[in-house]
């Protein structure tokens, strides 16, 4: 799964948006910066309230003036004297432009916020508004401002659906983004290909990748040289292949599972990321020396892929070459020395060598590079069993993140201790004894059979269930 989550952010990574957000702020910050809009409204104003709005049309324009200039302090000065003398929108817009171009966004903001006070639908300052909650990081402010701005009869409606899309989609809000990019007319859109594009990376997130790859071929006939709009569409079935083999992989229909890999591989035969899927499917078919090549063409691709290492020491255990196993992570470890599943697969390797005392080592180690990392901690709980050493088990149980994988460990605990107090009886001759313990011990393990059953891939559970069910079985037959 790793892997898979690898492969899904270098499809966003290269997915590039190529809007930039000044695209669309053509009436704000350009040169085409609107002057005063106070002129129309003089003449339904009384005789001192007219002169007060010609006066402060006058430095509004020369405000205007400053601001074209660069000269943002001047603009600033005269759009407080305008909204000092008679406070209208475009003064505070003028005044809230200026503070944003002077970097003081939560004075724009204040500014801003006051002309939609006045007038609540002015285009120009929901425009900065959005720009400027974008650009603090308020992305819900700046949807709720584009989508006031698309609800408007305005001429750019759809760059600002755009302008919301985007800001769901990097919000992790692939649906929402999705059915707004949708409704926007391409042909009506100044920027066709940047909306396939961003539609078809949408259609990536929510795993539609038949439409994605119509959108990515989409955005390449709307504009031929847009060389990522090809790379998207053949990373996208290479994703496509990646889920229907994971699919098939929870399904267990490992050889079904390789197939799609291949597939993958064969779209895309310079990706380092569909060999690993490949090798751990044909570890779980048994064809090693299969997993193995797979592994090291990963690995040749890049030299410093850490699940590909990975992937050839698994081989070499699977297979009982644990020196060669050991070799290989022992390099990998001196590269890479809190990666927390080397430090696992040392552990196990040395296990399998009979040497129980570095395997605690290694396993400890991993479990404290990576807390979240359930399978060191129960490979110790196990070793610790087969040590007899319960209380300490019991212990290390207790790092497990999951409290019903939890409880259920410390269950098994309390089985295989039922079993060596049953058995210390039964050495000693005493079979009544025995037979109390082993009763506790096959009510807990009846108790919790489906966690029985999800541990019966586990080389040191099938280890330490051996005996009991040798003596459950001659016991109570």
């Known amino acids: 799964m790793k892997g898979l989550n690898s492969m899904k952010n270098n499809i966003i990574s290269i997915i590039v948006l190529v809007l930039i957000w000044g695209q669309f702020t053509i009436h704000c910050l350009s040169k085409d910066f609107r002057k005063s809009q106070t002129q129309d409204a003089i003449l339904e104003k009384d005789s001192a309230t007219r002169e007060k709005l010609k006066r402060i049309s006058r430095i509004l324009n020369e405000g205007n003036s400053f601001f074209q200039k660069g000269n943002f302090e001047k603009s600033l000065e005269k759009a407080n004297l305008a909204v000092n003398t008679?406070?209208?929108?475009?003064?505070?817009?003028?005044?809230?432009?200026?503070?944003?171009?002077?970097?003081?966004?939560?004075?724009?903001?204040?500014?801003?916020?006051?002309?939609?006070?006045?007038?609540?639908?002015?285009?120009?300052?929901?425009?900065?508004?959005?720009?400027?909650?974008?650009?603090?990081?308020?992305?819900?402010?700046?949807?709720?401002?584009y989508g006031k701005l698309e609800s408007l009869p305005v001429k750019d409606k759809y760059n600002y659906s755009f302008k919301k899309a985007v800001i769901l989609k990097n919000q992790g809000k692939f649906e929402q983004s999705y059915e707004t990019l949708k409704?926007?007319?391409?042909?009506?859109?100044?920027?066709?290909?940047?909306?396939?594009?961003?539609?078809?990376?949408?259609?990536?997130?929510?795993?539609k990748y038949e439409e994605a790859e119509i959108y990515f071929e989409e955005a390449r006939k709307n504009n031929p040289e847009l060389l990522s709009a090809k790379k998207s569409a053949s990373i996208t079935r290479v994703a496509s292949a990646l889920e229907n083999g994971n699919q098939a992989m929870r399904k267990k229909n490992y050889k079904e599972a390789a197939s799609h890999f291949q597939t993958a591989i064969q779209n895309d035969p310079k990706n380092p990321t569909p060999y690993i899927f490949l090798g751990n499917a044909r570890i779980l078919t048994g064809e090693y020396e299969a997993a193995l090549k797979a592994f090291e063409s990963s690995l040749a691709l890049k030299s410093d892929y850490q699940e590909a290492i990975s992937g050839i020491a698994a081989v070499h255990y699977k297979t009982g070459n644990y020196r060669k196993s050991v070799s290989v992570l022992e390099k990998s470890i001196s590269l890479f020395p809190n990666n927390a599943i080397y430090q696992n697969q040392m552990g196990l390797n040395m296990k399998a060598l009979g040497e129980p005392a570095k395997a605690l080592v290694y396993f400890t180690r991993a479990r404290e590079l990576d807390s979240a990392f359930a399978e060191p901690i129960t490979n110790l709980v196990f070793l610790l069993?087969?040590?007899?050493?319960?209380?300490?088990?019991r212990k290390e149980a207790e790092f497990l993140k999951s409290e019903s994988e939890k409880k259920q460990i410390i269950s098994f605990i309390d089985v295989s201790e039922q079993i060596y107090e049953g058995d210390k009886h039964l050495r000693q001759g005493d079979t009544k004894g025995a037979k109390v313990f082993y009763e506790k011990a096959k009510k807990l393990l009846r108790r919790n059979l489906p966690f029985t059953m999800h541990l019966e891939g586990c080389i040191s559970f099938r280890e330490i269930r051996s005996l009991p069910r040798k003596i459950l079985k001659k016991l109570f037959p």
Do not use: C, H, W
């Open 183 to 207: 409704r926007i007319p391409a042909e009506e859109f100044a920027f066709p290909a940047q909306l396939n594009m961003q539609l078809g990376d949408a259609a990536v997130q929510l795993k």
């Open 385 to 393: 069993i087969a040590e007899n050493r319960y209380k300490a088990a």
């Open 86 to 145: 008679y406070p209208t929108a475009p003064g505070y817009y003028l005044a809230g432009v200026s503070e944003y171009k002077l970097g003081k966004n939560r004075d724009a903001l204040v500014s801003l916020k006051k002309g939609t006070d006045i007038d609540p639908e002015n285009e120009q300052i929901l425009l900065t508004l959005g720009i400027i909650y974008t650009a603090e990081g308020k992305n819900e402010d700046a949807i709720e401002v």
